[in-house]
């Protein structure tokens, strides 16, 4: 039976991307101190307590799925912009884009007697239309003790190599069992499933992924966190949610009211009220130009 690695939360960058190389999936331990932990736990009960059960087996009918935390949870957003998480996942996918992105928040809540997922690989979000490269890095964030006895995420190590028709053998499946307050950190391409809760009480997991700059994305940002939520977000956290250009003319958009001393392509940023951080030839052009930054907030943003 495989195992997992697990080192401390300071390891090194470069022992991370060794491990996530070789196996695909690793656990860092001790990812959350107590008064974040504290906080996300006061604010994500609600959320999860209004959440309804899964109506299929690949979603859970006895598992909860919380999403929109960025807009929901000021804590959950600390999370999100973990720098060590956030440093590997830059350096997993860099070489891939421009930029990454969020790509998916969700509190998964497996109640017990839900039964083990399917085993998967979470780049099939995008069907099989991206066979060279790897689209993905994926976290899940212990918010309770994970065990073998209450479904601890499956994982097969070095499954991230294998042709995308190869299964699974049951002897080559293991389990992410971590303390609460650590995060597994996974690729898009390993094989993995949610466990099956024999234990009287919750599991809880916080899924916050990333992906490609240039990729459309599983959580509709736009929608979950749209630009009156945004715009009161640190810019890190704006552009991670999209509100940036991906690349080169990239996720430009046109106001919904014409300006003629402004061209219909303008970078995101400006939805939010606010210039690019990284784009001279836009604020050359807003130095430029008679018009108000305020004039390309959407009007049900204002």
């Not at 700059?213 to 009156?228: A, D, F, I, K, V």
């Amino acid at each position: 039976m495989p195992e997992l690695t697990s080192l401390p939360a300071t390891a090194s960058q470069e022992d991370i991307a060794k491990i996530m190389d070789r196996d695909g999936a690793m656990i860092l331990t001790g990812a959350l101190d107590d008064g974040l932990f504290a906080r996300i736990d006061a604010e994500t009960q609600p959320l999860m307590d209004a959440s309804a059960k899964g109506n299929d087996a690949f979603t859970g009918h006895n598992t909860t799925r919380t999403g929109a935390l960025v807009s929901r949870s000021p804590a959950c957003r600390e999370a999100v912009m973990n720098s060590t998480v956030l440093e590997a996942a830059n350096n997993f996918l860099l070489p891939y884009c421009d930029r990454i992105q969020l790509h998916l928040t969700q509190l998964i809540r497996l109640l017990p007697g839900q039964g083990k997922q399917p085993l998967h690989r979470d780049r099939l979000a995008w069907g099989g239309y991206l066979p060279d490269i790897e689209p993905q890095f994926n976290t899940i964030w212990a918010l309770t003790d994970f065990t073998e006895e209450n479904g601890a995420t499956q994982v097969v190590p070095g499954s991230h190599k294998w042709d995308e028709k190869r299964q699974a053998e049951p002897e080559e499946v293991c389990q992410a069992v971590m303390p609460r307050g650590s995060v597994l950190l996974y690729t898009g391409s390993v094989i993995h499933s949610g466990g099956e809760n024999k234990s009287q009480a919750p599991r809880v997991g916080m899924n916050i992924t990333y992906c490609l700059g240039w990729l459309r994305t599983e959580e509709n940002q736009y929608l979950s966190c749209p630009p009156e939520v945004a715009k009161t977000l640190a810019p890190e956290l704006q552009e991670l949610l999209g509100y940036t250009m991906g690349s080169y003319a990239l996720g430009y958009f046109s106001p919904p009211q014409p300006n003629p001393d402004i061209p219909d392509t303008v970078p995101p940023e400006l939805a939010l009220g606010r210039l690019p951080r990284e784009a001279p030839t836009a604020k050359k052009l807003m130095e430029n130009s008679s018009a108000e930054i305020g004039s390309f907030v959407p009007l049900e943003a204002q």
